[in-house]
């Protein structure tokens, strides 16, 4: 016992101070819980199989491919129309939404799929993240408005019925839920602003600001000699290839991409694809081009070869309006800085092998801030020349690899993987809803942990990601070692009697001067034992004690168990004693501190809100 309490105590302190990582720390109090034997390896791993760990890695997942889709945008935006850009407007409205659906989806869930739309919503109306996200876990630990909401509610419904009471009903807590969730809100408002005021983002002037796609595309000003051009099926261009036709020598124009109708199968409303136009190409009737080059020269090309010129307007993709006359959803652009000892110097930019090599067009050259858009072909590159260039991301990534003659400008890679895929967007929220179904209904005999694996896997085979690799970055694993590693210490602290012992001594000590004293004792003690241990193990813990203590004093156990059941929900103050509060602590940079800080008094006023209210609504 001394031992597990040494160990649990040295991990507090660590977390307080927040010099290390949270999964570090957690990690550290696992390997001596085994070292000193008091749990066996099996024991302290099994929180790595924990249905609620998998099921967090899947959320990530899920949650990922509404964010890569768009999806998260579109209805952040649609709530930001509710909302305004009002902060306070917002965390009324995060919050709501959150406890509403947290109230019939487990709060990890809720969590896990808001965490996007929340983060993209914050930066839309040009807030810090940080400022929302913990409202964002608070709110989904008050919507404890059902009986399915949090598994304590499920812990103290089966305690009532292995004693031979009457069950809970569905929405036997649904007053308890609204009158926490308007507490909570009324009182993370001064508390948001006053300890998460801190958390601004500062700029770091050390790191190389990348330009994104949309910033390279205004600097090298391509908007303004960029032509939109429908091939119709008696143009004499059709069916033949680039290399053919010659029309950069003979219109002096580049040909950046080609986009047509998809003849892909399974592609999931992908209506259009996006081609980089090589020697080999083979123009097809219908054909949309994207001609670089002096308007003039584009006329000429056009009326020459019976071509019509596009409505900037008009979009090939589905559904969409296009202002973005350059798309970068499969096709990028990147700055390349010409090094002096490079084998490209002196070379004109036809006699390199950027096409052939990379299969990249080059459509500029900067020079001591100039920039030469036209006749790009005959330029001579000289050291210390930035080229823009164009390409499939895959070969942009190559590209970025040659450090001999060359070095990349930031990061356009990292930018791609920000560009999202909104035609999945209705297959992802499909997914999204199918599984929020089969969570919701009992009756659908499949297991939430599964469902949330399936859909994960689904958000993957249907596309909804550029590939594999990008589902896998979308798990934020610190969270996941953290809560893997700390489950494992609830299991420590009841193997050595540590968890009776407190809890015992507390509510016999408070039994005997009169059931509210106990209420408050069970309460409080419920509070505390959710500081060092998950809240199910805690209600599975103090079920019974706040049952047998409310039949020896002869009085009913419904207020006593709801207590256990509400308590064991609203734990604030610890990151790692629910998955919510694991779960925004790395995108919200939070520290141990933070949730102290902003925890303990909204803890207080629950306690005494919920001790007063309680035997009102159940009265002893």
Same mark, same amino acid.
């Given at each position: 016992?001394?031992?597990?309490?040494?160990?649990?105590?040295?991990?507090?302190?660590?977390?307080?101070?927040?010099?290390?990582?949270?999964?570090?720390?957690?990690?550290?109090?696992?390997?001596?819980?085994?070292?000193?034997?008091?749990?066996?390896?099996?024991?302290?791993?099994?929180?790595?199989?924990?249905?609620?760990?998998?099921?967090?890695?899947?959320?990530?997942?899920?949650?990922?491919?509404?964010?890569?889709?768009?999806?998260?945008?579109?209805?952040?935006?649609?709530?930001?129309?509710?909302?305004?850009?009002?902060?306070?407007?917002?965390?009324?409205?995060?919050?709501?939404?959150?406890?509403?659906?947290?109230?019939?989806?487990?709060?990890?869930?809720?969590?896990?799929?808001?965490?996007?739309?929340?983060?993209?919503?914050?930066?839309?109306?040009?807030?810090?993240?940080?400022?929302?996200?913990?409202?964002?876990?608070?709110?989904?630990?008050?919507?404890?408005?059902?009986?399915?909401?949090?598994?304590?509610?499920?812990?103290?419904?089966?305690?009532?019925?292995?004693?031979?009471?009457?069950?809970?009903?569905?929405?036997?807590?649904?007053?308890?839920?609204?009158?926490?969730?308007?507490?909570?809100?009324?009182?993370?408002?001064?508390?948001?602003?006053?300890?998460?005021?801190?958390?601004?983002?500062?700029?770091?002037?050390?790191?190389?600001?990348?330009?994104?796609?949309?910033?390279?595309?205004?600097?090298?000003?391509?908007?303004?000699?960029?032509?939109?051009?429908?091939?119709?099926?008696?143009?004499?261009?059709?069916?033949?290839?680039?290399? &053919?036709?010659?029309?950069?020598?003979?219109?002096?124009?580049?040909?950046?991409?080609?986009?047509?109708?998809?003849?892909?199968?399974?592609?999931?409303?992908?209506?259009?694809?996006?081609?980089?136009?090589?020697?080999?190409?083979?123009? &097809?009737?219908?054909?949309?081009?994207?001609?670089?080059?002096?308007?003039?020269?584009?006329?000429?090309?056009?009326?020459?070869?019976?071509?019509?010129?596009?409505?900037?307007?008009?979009?090939?993709?589905?559904?969409?309006?296009?202002?973005?006359?350059?798309?970068?959803?499969?096709?990028?652009?990147?700055?390349?800085?010409?090094?002096?000892?490079?084998?490209?110097?002196?070379?004109?930019?036809?006699?390199?092998?950027?096409?052939?090599?990379?299969?990249?067009?080059?459509?500029?050259?900067?020079?001591?801030?100039?920039?030469?858009?036209?006749?790009?072909?005959?330029?001579?590159?000289?050291?210390?020349?930035?080229?823009?260039?164009?390409?499939?991301? &895959?070969?942009?990534?190559?590209?970025?690899?040659?450090?001999?003659?060359?070095?990349?400008?930031?990061?356009?890679?990292?930018?791609?993987?920000?560009?999202?895929?909104?035609?999945?967007?209705?297959?992802?929220?499909?997914?999204?809803?199918?599984?929020?179904?089969?969570?919701?209904?009992?009756?659908?005999?499949?297991?939430?942990?599964?469902?949330?694996?399936?859909?994960?896997?689904?958000?993957?085979?249907?596309?909804?990601?550029?590939?594999?690799?990008?589902?896998?970055?979308?798990?934020?694993? &610190?969270?996941?070692?953290?809560?893997?590693?700390?489950?494992?210490?609830?299991?420590?602290?009841?193997?050595?009697?540590?968890?009776?012992?407190?809890?015992?001594?507390?509510?016999?000590?408070?039994?005997?001067?009169?059931?509210?004293?106990?209420?408050?004792?069970?309460?409080?003690?419920?509070?505390?034992?959710?500081?060092?241990?998950?809240?199910?193990?805690?209600?599975?813990?103090?079920?019974?004690?706040?049952?047998?203590?409310?039949?020896?004093?002869?009085?009913?156990?419904?207020?006593?168990?709801?207590?256990?059941?509400?308590?064991?929900?609203?734990?604030?103050?610890?990151?790692?004693?629910?998955?919510?509060?694991?779960?925004?602590?790395?995108?919200?940079?939070?520290?141990?501190?933070?949730?102290?800080?902003?925890?303990?008094?909204?803890?207080?006023?629950?306690?005494?809100?919920?001790?007063?209210?309680?035997?009102?609504?159940?009265?002893?």
């Amino acid at each position: 016992m001394i031992t597990t309490l040494i160990i649990l105590s040295l991990s507090m302190i660590f977390f307080v101070q927040g010099k290390i990582r949270a999964d570090i720390i957690a990690l550290c109090a696992l390997v001596l819980l085994m070292v000193f034997d008091i749990l066996t390896p099996e024991e302290a791993l099994s929180g790595f199989s924990n249905s609620v760990v998998i099921m967090m890695i899947g959320l990530f997942v899920v949650g990922g491919a509404i964010f890569k889709t768009g999806l998260a945008k579109m209805i952040s935006s649609r709530m930001l129309h509710l909302a305004g850009k009002n902060e306070l407007k917002l965390l009324i409205l995060i919050m709501v939404v959150t406890a509403s659906i947290g109230a019939f989806v487990s709060n990890t869930g809720t969590v896990a799929l808001m965490l996007p739309i929340v983060i993209s919503m914050a930066n839309s109306a040009g807030i810090n993240p940080s400022r929302l996200l913990m409202p964002l876990a608070f709110a989904s630990s008050l919507g404890v408005a059902t009986l399915i909401s949090t598994p304590p509610n499920l812990v103290v419904h089966g305690a009532l019925m292995e004693a031979g009471y009457k069950g809970l009903s569905f929405f036997s807590f649904t007053p308890i839920g609204i009158v926490c969730l308007l507490a909570g809100i009324v009182m993370m408002i001064p508390l948001s602003k006053w300890v998460l005021d801190k958390k601004e983002n500062k700029s770091d002037d050390t790191t190389p600001k990348t330009r994104t796609q949309g910033e390279l595309i205004k600097k090298y000003q391509l908007f303004k000699n960029l032509f939109r051009v429908y091939v119709p099926s008696q143009s004499s261009i059709c069916s033949r290839t680039l290399q &053919e036709l010659n029309i950069t020598q003979k219109y002096n124009l580049s040909i950046l991409e080609i986009r047509r109708k998809s003849s892909t199968t399974g592609r999931f409303l992908k209506t259009v694809d996006q081609k980089l136009a090589g020697p080999d190409t083979i123009l &097809e009737a219908n054909d949309v081009l994207y001609v670089f080059g002096a308007f003039e020269n584009v006329e000429q090309f056009v009326e020459i070869n019976k071509l019509q010129f596009t409505e900037t307007n008009v979009t090939e993709y589905a559904g969409e309006s296009s202002n973005e006359k350059l798309s970068v959803r499969e096709i990028g652009i990147a700055e390349i800085v010409i090094l002096s000892e490079s084998t490209l110097v002196n070379k004109a930019v036809k006699e390199t092998d950027f096409r052939m090599d990379y299969s990249v067009n080059i459509l500029g050259v900067e020079r001591r801030g100039e920039y030469m858009l036209n006749n790009v072909k005959d330029i001579r590159i000289h050291a210390g020349d930035v080229l823009l260039v164009q390409g499939n991301w &895959e070969n942009i990534m190559r590209l970025s690899k040659n450090q001999a003659d060359w070095v990349m400008l930031g990061q356009p890679v990292e930018e791609a993987s920000k560009v999202t895929l909104d035609y999945k967007a209705p297959v992802a929220a499909a997914i999204m809803l199918l599984m929020v179904v089969v969570m919701v209904f009992d009756f659908i005999p499949v297991p939430g942990v599964a469902a949330v694996i399936i859909a994960a896997i689904l958000m993957v085979l249907t596309g909804c990601f550029r590939n594999v690799e990008d589902a896998y970055k979308t798990i934020n694993w &610190e969270s996941v070692v953290l809560i893997g590693a700390m489950l494992p210490m609830s299991l420590a602290l009841q193997k050595t009697g540590v968890s009776s012992f407190i809890s015992e001594q507390l509510v016999n000590s408070l039994g005997g001067l009169g059931p509210m004293f106990l209420l408050a004792g069970i309460y409080l003690t419920t509070s505390l034992m959710t500081l060092f241990i998950s809240n199910t193990a805690t209600a599975v813990l103090l079920a019974p004690i706040a049952m047998q203590s409310a039949q020896a004093m002869d009085v009913s156990p419904y207020p006593f168990m709801f207590a256990v059941a509400v308590s064991a929900s609203m734990c604030f103050v610890s990151p790692f004693s629910t998955p919510p509060n694991a779960l925004v602590m790395t995108p919200g940079k939070y520290t141990f501190m933070d949730y102290v800080k902003v925890g303990v008094p909204i803890q207080i006023v629950m306690a005494i809100i919920m001790i007063l209210f309680l035997p009102l609504l159940y009265p002893f």
